[in-house]
């Protein structure tokens, strides 16, 4: 009994120490410096930074400057890394991106770090894109003879250990970032094909476009205009038959619904083509329905798909066809998983998967609801709030959910 009763309270110990630096923390700027609030909109750390991020999944790694000093600050607000690079930046699956400070603006320099503050590669690459899979796509100048030249900028993919798994030998259009464990790469003369991280040739380079590998599909092109959807082994579930295109972005397992647009071929215009129709399919090709708003809908995200009508306004369709949300919003972020953002007059709000107006259109700005909060400004416009001297009274505030102010605007 003694021994369940010592396992029960080192269990709950545990609980509460991991609850504890699990919640997710929001960026706060007060007269002019930065600091952090948890969710209940309590001040963890005092506004003292010249600019701050905060980073993860649960928004729970942050990033600060002041003066010349860049930090990492872990979960529990503990400075893992004080640095004099320019910024660290989240860039996916526990890894930062580190910018040298340079006078000059063009070309800027990265390297690598980990979530502990550990340096994996000094800053020496031109680019470099978010991990997925484990790695990630750079660029690199492999020849800085005469100067720092596009021709010598070259693309390959490393792990998180900085070690080259394909070296930069691709030009930076080339090849991709990994999706779903496919890294899509271009051979002249012969086309797109994808590989793994071993590098092993999973779908020969063939094809005039592919898209990103995503739960089981892929978009391809074999024609000069059209797509049509298939699986990794070459499999088309919907054919490219040159005369119809179709749109496969998913966000979620759920998103299973593909949309379908029949081409109209035109002369004289910036595209050779309009979009006359859009059907639903599923992504193993059995027709659905015929979409309202067709010509003028998104692919599905988050199970939604956005339509507009010839005034170009947006509204909401759910994956049974129905149109949640009539198109009277001038911004609609279909893609948001949660509550939706949009905008009308300039005003934002939020809608919900029904197309209800939960929260008015009221604000200047919003951002998506990140961990249960969304920040918003009043006074001003995003591009405004940068710039505190000449706008002061541009203020950020937090909202849940609800509505309710969490966090009152301040400068």
């Known amino acids: 009994m003694q021994a369940c009763k010592t396992i029960l309270i080192v269990l709950i110990l545990f609980i509460l120490h991991t609850s504890t630096y699990a919640q997710p923390y929001f960026r706060v700027r007060v007269n002019k410096l930065w600091g952090v609030i948890d969710s209940n909109g309590k001040v963890v750390l005092k506004p003292v930074y010249d600019n701050l991020y ?63 503050g550990k340096i994996i590669t000094e800053p020496k690459f031109s680019l470099m894109e978010p991990f997925s899979d484990g790695v990630a796509k750079v660029n690199m100048y492999v020849d800085t003879t005469g100067g720092y030249k596009d021709k010598n900028e070259k693309s390959g993919i490393i792990d998180k250990k900085g070690n080259w798994i394909v070296k930069p030998i691709y030009e930076t259009r080339y090849i991709k970032s990994s999706s779903d464990g496919l890294i899509n790469f271009y051979i002249k003369e012969k086309g797109w094909g994808a590989m793994d991280a071993t590098t092993k040739i999973i779908i020969e380079p063939k094809y005039n476009w592919l898209g990103p590998y995503k739960y089981g599909y892929m978009e391809y092109g074999i024609n000069e205009h059209g797509k049509g959807l ?11 038959d040159g005369m119809h295109t179709i749109s496969y972005w998913p966000l979620s397992p759920g998103d299973t619904l593909v949309i379908v647009h029949k081409l109209k071929f035109v002369t004289n215009d910036i595209l050779p083509y309009r979009y006359v129709d859009g059907k639903i399919y599923t992504v193993t090709g059995r027709f659905l329905y015929e979409a309202q708003y067709g010509e003028q809908c998104t692919q599905q995200c988050n199970g939604f798909f956005q339509v507009s009508n010839n005034k170009l306004k947006r509204g909401l369709m759910n994956a049974s066809g129905e149109i949640v949300a009539q198109p009277v919003y001038d911004v609609l972020q279909w893609s948001q998983p949660v509550l939706k953002q949009v905008s009308r007059n300039r005003k934002w709000g939020f809608i919900d998967d029904q197309g209800r107006e939960i929260i008015p259109c009221m ?16 006074g001003g416009s995003s591009s405004d709030y940068i710039f505190p001297d000449k706008y002061p009274n541009v203020k950020m505030g937090y909202i849940n959910q609800q509505g309710k102010t969490i966090w009152t605007p301040s400068w």
């Open 230 to 240: 298939m699986k990794k082994d070459g499999t088309a579930t919907i054919p490219d």
């Open 363 to 378: 604000y200047e700005y919003s951002e998506p609801f990140d961990n249960g909060l969304s920040a918003i400004l009043v």
């Open 54 to 116: 905060v980073y993860g999944g649960n928004n729970n790694f942050i990033t600060a400057e002041l003066g010349d000093s860049t930090f990492l600050i872990n979960s529990r607000l503990q400075i893992v890394a004080r640095t004099g690079y320019a910024a660290i930046i989240e860039h996916g699956e526990g890894m930062f991106m580190t910018k040298l400070r340079s006078k000059n603006y063009y070309p800027g320099f990265y390297g690598l770090m980990d979530s502990t």
